[in-house]
């Protein structure tokens, strides 16, 4: 009922910028929070950034000061702006929404813990 499409990744060098979104499909009525999270081979997924429905963001301490993270207005689209980045910055790229209202048919649901497919990130020379 709900998909979460990612878009943005690919190869950029050391100290270059990309922006990452996401969409979320559906007959949604609200989505809580949405975020970023990464993985690499033989690693835990960590948080990137995540941002709530009133605009509070929260950063992993590895990005701070040089990922922001946004949505847009129908609160359903959310971005992830990525500058000065780093070598250790490549990864998977996975998209997250929490708490997420929508309808089938008239009925009205909640789910929880949805992912996108992921989106390859290189840094690299």
């Known amino acids: 009922q709900v998909q979460l499409v990612e878009s943005g990744g690919g190869l950029v060098q050391p100290g270059g910028s990309l922006r990452l979104s996401c969409a979320a499909r559906g007959n949604i009525f609200r989505i809580h929070t949405m975020g970023w999270y990464r993985q690499t081979p033989g690693k835990q997924r960590e948080l990137v950034a995540t941002?709530?429905?009133?605009?509070?963001?929260n950063y992993g301490d590895s990005v701070k000061g040089r990922f922001v993270i946004s949505r847009d207005n129908a609160l359903t689209t959310v971005y992830l702006q990525m500058t000065g980045l780093k070598p250790e910055d490549t990864a998977v790229y996975y998209c997250?929404?929490?708490?997420?209202?929508?309808?089938?048919?008239?009925?009205?649901?909640?789910?929880?813990?949805?992912w996108g497919q992921g989106t390859q990130v290189t840094v690299s020379s």
């Open positions: 941002i709530t429905s009133d605009g509070s963001p």
């Open positions: 997250n929404a929490d708490q997420i209202s929508y309808y089938s048919g008239r009925v009205r649901y909640t789910g929880s813990d949805y």
